[in-house]
């Protein structure tokens, strides 16, 4: 599977929990990037980051056979970081999100947003 097959999954598995403003960004154009991209959601309370968190690593276990190499954050579900290598996910609480502002020091990266299409 390629990165932006796996990009997919990650971004539909949070668009199935209701996650909010989902979004990938391109950081492999970027020299100082510690992954190849990015791919952030919020969700507006600690229970749905849980769920987005445990929906995205069970899509990349299932659908890609990607296992997560790290993870941080589900304890306190504020902002969990999942580690996929090539690929760093951030599942934000909404204001943690608004204080972070996490695509805000990525502005050169190259984005890409994800919308539920059941939601047209």
Wanted: aromatic residues 8%; proline residues 1%.
């Amino acid at each position: 599977m390629t990165d932006a097959d796996e990009i997919k999954v990650i971004a539909q598995a949070m668009l199935d929990k209701k996650a909010k403003d989902v979004i990938a960004l391109d950081l492999r154009n970027i020299g100082t990037s510690i992954s190849d991209h990015f791919v952030i959601c919020n969700a507006d309370s600690t229970t749905q980051v849980v769920a987005v968190c445990d929906s995205v690593e069970e899509a990349m276990e299932t659908k890609c056979g990607r296992p997560t190499v790290r993870k941080q954050g589900r304890e306190n579900a504020f902002w969990v970081i999942l580690d996929y290598s090539n690929i760093v996910v951030h599942i934000f609480k909404t204001d943690q999100r608004v204080f972070y502002r996490l695509e805000d020091l990525w502005a050169d990266a190259i984005k890409t947003t994800f919308e539920d299409e059941t939601d047209k």
